[in-house]
Nanobody, 124 residues
Framework: QVQLVESGGGLVQAGGSLRLSCAAS????????MGWFRQAPGKEREFVAA????????YSADSVKGRFTISRDNAKNTVYLQMNSLNPEDTAVYYC?????????????????WGQGTQVTVSS
């Protein structure tokens, strides 16, 4: 059974940083992609970043490029999202997702498994 457990969310002032973690278990030993999405109140879910688990190739949304970095630790089966220079527009629930595909997919429908989400609030 696949499980994704996010942690690291919280309240931070504008300009600050947070690092989100997503501990994965039960994923098959084959090519897959891990992604981060976010959803702000009253808005649709938005792609943030993705990483191919085995190659480490990454892709990020334009809105976070240069500020957010996705990475993974194979030994710990954990994917991270380092978020710097946060601003109030980054406030959202952040979700980790795993897709049984080798594509750096940006659509949520490409992902098979989702975590429960972690709240990130950035105050001005």
């Amino acid at each position: 059974q696949v499980q994704l457990v996010e942690s690291g969310g919280g309240l931070v002032q504008a300009g600050g940083s947070l690092r989100l973690s997503c501990a994965a278990s039960g994923l098959p030993f084959s090519g897959y992609v891990m992604g981060w999405f976010r959803q702000a109140p009253g808005k649709e879910r938005e792609f943030v970043a993705a990483i191919r688990w085995f190659s480490g190739t990454t892709y990020s949304a334009d809105s976070v490029k240069g500020r957010f970095t996705i990475s993974r630790d194979n030994a710990k089966n954990t994917v991270y999202l380092q978020m710097n220079s946060l601003n109030p527009e980054d406030t959202a629930v952040y979700y980790c997702a795993a897709g049984l595909t080798n594509s750096l997919a940006t659509m949520g429908s490409a992902y098979n498994y989702w975590g429960q989400g972690t709240q990130v609030t950035v105050s001005s």
